[in-house]
């Protein structure tokens, strides 16, 4: 072999054996990933995670957004209106905002409209509350509070002007210019709420997947841990120092596990010169 190859090809050795070793890791971690984000799916299926993470959106979207000096029960009636507009159930005075917070089993159990609703994905949940927006918005007077929440951080005097012409009949000798700022003024404010409820949306998909990311990460954690735990000899002295170990590769294992796959797939081509 010549002389001038040799360094050149121990490096490929080198390289091929760190490949081999990293490549039977990142398998095992891609198992692992798997095996978490199943336990995570049968989680969320089981409890019901994604009715819980709706109820909870919808719950703290109202309470902590309501105009100020609200009046006492002004947060029931907008969740009454906004399940009737969602749902077509009957618009119940008596419904409670706080009902959705922490429902209780039985509640859960029976099929009700609110919680068909909520167990919708995110993307089509905040569809259905676009279109009751849509409503209350061209019917001010039949959803007042409902109205008055959605329209709260409108600039101007466009909630209110809009509001006082929605209740009279077009006049008959409007000018052009009247009938335009009518139309304007409608249009800003279905705009501005399709941007908040626009702005909504993208929160709940950012903390959702947050969620299950840092979900899936705890549980690859956790199975790496108890595989470590079961897999370390039984005749070795078990400290604080290896524990100690263990955890940490655990919990960088259970971080990088959610991306093994590409890893692996990376790993594949380097070891075969691709």
Known sequence: MDAATQ?????????????????????????????????????????????YFNMNL?????????????PDGFHDKVFSQLIHLTTGKPLVEGRALGSIARPRLYKRVLIQ?????????????????????DAAISNPQR???????????ALG?????????????RPENASPEEIKAIADRFAM??????????????????????????????????????????THSTGDSFGAFALVKIFILSLVGGMIAPVAKDLVSALQKVKSGG
């Open 7 to 51: 360094p050149a090809t121990a490096l490929l050795g080198t390289i091929s054996a760190m490949s081999s070793f990293l490549l039977n890791y990142a398998v095992a971690l891609a198992a692992t990933g798997t095996l978490a984000m199943a336990l995570v799916e049968a989680w969320k299926a089981i409890f019901r995670s994604r009715e």
């Open 58 to 70: 919808v719950y703290e979207w109202i309470a902590t957004a309501a105009p100020p000096s609200s």
């Open 113 to 133: 409209s609110e919680y068909v609703l909520f167990a919708l994905d995110i993307d089509r949940l905040m569809g259905q509350i676009q279109s009751a927006a």
């Open 143 to 153: 959803f007042p509070e409902l109205y008055e929440f959605l329209t709260r951080n």
């Open 157 to 169: 005097d466009d909630a209110p002007a809009w509001k006082k012409s929605a209740a009279k009949p």
């Open 189 to 230: 404010l279905n705009k501005f709420v399709k941007r908040e409820l626009d702005g909504l949306q993208l929160r709940a998909n950012y903390a959702w997947a947050r969620w299950n990311q840092g979900f899936s990460v705890s549980m690859g954690t956790a199975i790496l841990f108890g595989s470590l735990l079961y």
